[in-house]
């Protein structure tokens, strides 16, 4: 099994609280937490899912495009000083990576992980727009037009895709998803 210590585990739980977010906060974790803890039985290595979960926005900065890769950096050293097996840091960090949503998940477990962190896509509609909200707020120094454009190509990605959640665990959320998708896209 693999695990942190409960010190690491504060400081870890610490960086959500950062005052520069907004939405990569708890809260977000928390919602994470939530929906892999209704599929863990899913997962192929469950504790490396959890573990990656924990760590994938631990390194948050809107003015970087590293955060993913800073946060899967964070993790393995936390896993080199347990002495955790070279193929399992592997794993993890490969699991924090594919939540940059450049490239489809390459595992079952890395699609299950990325189903997890897109969730809030299918929230009810007064959680997506406040998730909304958050993300403009945690972008707020990028000017109007530019967030608007920047958001639009987001979204519009999101909604290109033939299936946004691709593990098979979430696929009734497909459509609250695009509808939530579509409604935001329309007040851009």
Known sequence: MLTISASERVSLLARYDEPHRRYHTRQHLDECRARF?????????????????????????????????????????AMRAHAVPADAIARVRALILATRHIEPPATPDEALLVDVDLGILAAAPARFDEYERQVREEYA??????????????LESFLAHPCIYVSGAFDHDERPARENLARSLARL
Do not use: I, M, Q, T
């Open 37 to 77: 803890s209704a599929v863990r039985a899913r997962a192929e290595r469950a504790d490396e899912v959890e573990l990656a979960l924990l760590y994938h926005d631990a390194v948050y900065d809107p003015l970087a495009a590293d955060n993913e890769a800073r946060s899967a950096d964070l993790a393995e050293e």
């Open 141 to 154: 120094w990028v000017p109007g037009p530019l967030f608007r454009r920047k958001r639009r190509a987001v």
